[in-house]
């Protein structure tokens, strides 16, 4: 079984930056391909990034240009690097994981069978 715990989340003044990181455990964590979405109040998920274990990366619309995701394979980690913020990012983030992803299907949710709890992100204008 694979385990995702989310942190870094906490309150930033729009314009500002925060880091997430998200924490695996599992075997064959390393194999996997990732993702980061989010949910704000009254909102569907949505898509946010994806990294596949070779280190091919997609964004969201929405977030390219100031969102990049990363991984670190040796500490079994994954980022979400977090710049020029804006209130309308405002979200609980959640970190996800399969162990297969079908390109075409990257940005939705039903692809990926691992979700870790969440972290809140609040910007404040």
């Known amino acids: 079984q694979v385990q995702l715990v989310e942190s870094g989340g906490g309150l930033v003044q729009a314009g500002g930056s925060l880091r997430l990181s998200c924490a695996a455990s599992g075997r064959t964590v390393r194999s996997y391909a990732m993702a980061w979405f989010r949910q704000a109040p009254g909102k569907e998920r949505g898509f946010v990034g994806v990294?596949?274990?070779?280190?091919?990366?997609d964004h969201a619309d929405s977030v390219k240009g100031r969102f990049t995701i990363s991984r670190d394979y040796t500490k079994n980690m994954v980022f979400l690097q977090m710049n020029s913020l804006k209130a309308e990012d405002t979200a609980n983030y959640y970190c996800?994981?399969?162990?297969?992803?079908?390109?075409?299907?990257?940005?939705?949710?039903?692809?990926?069978?691992?979700w870790g709890q969440g972290t809140q992100v609040t910007v404040s204008s």
């Open positions: 996800a994981a399969t162990s297969f992803l079908r390109w075409a299907r990257r940005d939705s949710e039903s692809e990926f069978d691992y």
């Open positions: 990294i596949t274990s070779a280190g091919s990366t």
